[in-house]
């Protein structure tokens, strides 16, 4: 793989399942994040990483978690499905995080679907 | 709060120039960002602007004034395939990217 991994690429989940979205860089990137993508409005981050092994909150958190046991996955988890988080989910990653251009590189996106 | 502002949806023709524009109105500001996004697909990297003044790369340029918080995206010598969204984002004060919308661009031959 080159780039950025994400899966599945679509998934249609019933109201109150609870659903992972995985996402695997292999660009040793020590920064990871999570944006959802609804029209009519600009990405919106949900969590963040910005090393293995921490985490933050991002402008959407609620009804989202993520881990990041190390530098190259990190998971998304809806622990309760609603319809409200129907989007496309972009992950993504950059070398660092703070000053400078630490330009992103985005996954393919997954598309979810909360009926 | 923080407020990002492109046009919704822009049309060219095949071979004009057409400019994007954005205005931003961020807590702090640490750089300007302009990505393509074809439907369907990823966000891809196209420019950065931490400076005043203009950044050509290729047919594309980008423009940044932070005095009065506007940016623009030129594009040049149009072709089918610059059909896309561009997408402008700050970073601001805490190092978090701020998106626009985006502005879908039509490009009719």
């Known amino acids: 793989i080159a780039g950025i991994t994400q899966a599945p690429t679509s998934q249609i989940l019933a109201a109150g399942r609870r659903m992972t979205l995985r996402c695997t860089q292999d660009?040793?990137?020590?920064?990871m994040y999570w944006y959802r993508q609804d029209l009519g409005l600009g990405l919106r981050l949900i969590h963040y990483s910005n090393t293995a092994g921490t985490t933050g909150k991002g402008e959407v958190p609620d009804g989202y978690s993520v881990s990041r046991a190390n530098t190259d996955d990190f998971p998304l988890t809806l622990a309760s499905a609603v319809p409200s988080q129907t989007s496309v989910y972009f992950c993504a990653s950059s070398v660092g995080q703070g000053s400078g251009a630490n330009v992103l590189t985005f996954g393919a996106g997954s598309r979810l679907t909360v009926l | 709060g923080q407020n990002i502002d492109q046009p919704t949806e822009m049309t060219a023709t095949e071979g004009a120039i057409v400019q994007i524009n954005c205005t931003y109105q961020?807590?702090?500001?640490?750089?300007l960002f302009w990505y393509q996004q074809h439907a369907g697909e990823a966000p891809t990297f196209l420019s950065y602007n931490v400076l005043d003044g203009l950044e050509e790369k290729g047919r594309f340029s980008s423009f940044l004034s932070r005095s009065k918080g506007y940016s623009y995206l030129l594009l040049k010598e149009l072709q089918m395939k610059d059909s896309a969204s561009y997408l402008c984002a700050v970073k601001d004060s805490n190092y978090q990217l701020i998106w626009g919308a985006g502005t879908k661009l039509i490009i009719k031959p």
């Open positions: 660009m040793r990137h020590n920064a």
């Open positions: 961020t807590s702090g500001f640490n750089g």
